[in-house]
């Protein structure tokens, strides 16, 4: 459906160095690429940067999107005037509250949330929040997996397939084999890898494979495993890699281990088996959120305990070894679950028709106690 071309403006404060920037870029991308207008104001360039090594520090504008830096000297009059404006997980609005805005032009006001899996997030995504100082009010949007949940950041008319057959052996630097089991590794720090490593190293034995690791955490991580020096298994030390050689890595891996919210998401779009690495929270409450996300796909019974021990901190090589035995089953699996999916509108289309729906209702800039 077509919608009137709007002017968004997008907050972010980099937590996570990667995962807040990467799913800002991400979105306002894919505004841009939806036929609307788009400003990012983020507060640590840098790791914008890493993601988009394209990006002129000089001139901040790339792909059709204005980008700020968010430092505590942009005041309000620096701002465009904007019809919407999305806080990226409750990083606030940092005094640039809608007080210089004239009642007509005060903009919707969304809190984009982290990605939800519990059964919880189907009653809690779309509700509205009003501020107590102000009356405006805000959605609360949450990503999901599920119809009734505010969907997932898909980018629009691309081939999920697509991804150059030489591109592994030109990363690194040396032929693979259409034959062989490639790992990439984007983990935390504190990932239970020695079960993973000792399943990847029998396999090496009568398979050529190999694993790709990333660094920052994931290298980190790895440094603490005991491994033979004699190990056939190929080890690779990639470089950061921008979002496009991301994706297009992702697509062609035998098995993705990916974390936190973007690369999660990415993994479900390259259609490859897949361990979520969950970001850990007190209480091992993440264990709710693998679940949930478990019980919502097709999944490989050794897939699924897995993912259990895994978040466990147990990383048993038992599991690793039952997974890896399956991945043929679990690529299945994965390939269901991304048909489905894709039959779901994603998070900008569904975001675009709950805007135009507020606007046509004439509720867009009032407030909830006018």
């Known amino acids: 459906m077509q919608h009137d071309s ?68 942009v005041r309000p009059s620096d701002l465009p005037v904007a019809d919407v404006w999305i806080e990226c997980f409750g990083c606030g609005w940092g005094g640039l509250d809608h007080s210089h805005y004239t009642d007509p032009q005060r903009p919707l006001r969304y809190n984009l949330e982290y990605l939800g899996t519990e059964s919880w997030v189907e009653q809690c995504h779309g509700l509205d929040s009003p501020d107590p100082r102000t009356g405006l009010k805000t959605t609360f949007w949450i990503p999901g997996f599920s119809r009734y949940s505010g969907g997932l950041l898909r980018e629009q008319g691309q081939d999920e397939d697509d991804a150059p057959s030489d591109l592994l052996s030109r990363l690194l630097g040396m032929p693979v084999h259409a034959s062989a089991c490639s790992v990439s590794l984007f983990c935390y720090q504190h990932a239970p890898l020695q079960g993973l490593a000792d399943a990847l190293v029998e396999q090496s034995e009568h ?94 019974q050794p897939f699924y305990a897995w993912h259990l021990d895994f978040n466990q901190g147990s990383g048993h090589p038992d599991q690793a070894r039952a997974a890896l035995d399956v991945l043929p089953e679990e690529q299945a699996c994965i390939l269901e679950f991304r048909r489905t999916l894709r039959g779901l509108p994603s998070l900008v289309e569904q975001m675009l028709e709950h805007i135009q729906h507020q606007r046509s209702s004439g509720q867009s800039n009032a407030m909830l106690n006018a």
């Not at 799913?23 to 914008?48: E, K, M, N, S």
């Open 6 to 73: 709007m002017h968004f403006i997008l907050f972010c404060r980099v937590i996570d160095r990667f995962g807040d920037a990467a799913i800002a870029w991400r979105l306002a991308r894919q505004l841009v690429a939806a036929g609307q207008c788009c400003t990012l104001l983020i507060d640590h360039l840098p790791t914008l940067k890493q993601l988009c090594p394209e990006l002129d520090m000089l001139h901040l504008d790339l792909d059709g999107i204005r980008v700020i830096v968010w430092s505590k000297d």
């Open 207 to 300: 398979q050529e494979t190999h694993l790709l690791i990333f660094p920052g955490e994931p290298s980190k991580a790895w440094s603490q495993i005991s491994l033979s020096m004699t190990s056939p298994l190929h080890i690779h030390w990639l470089p950061w890699l921008s979002h496009t050689d991301y994706d297009r890595l992702l697509r062609c891996c035998s098995l993705n281990i990916v974390r936190g919210e973007d690369s999660f998401v990415r993994a479900h779009w390259a259609g490859r088996p897949l361990l979520w690495h969950a970001y850990p929270q007190d209480d091992v409450a993440h264990l709710d959120k693998v679940r949930g996300w478990l019980e919502q796909r097709p999944v490989s």
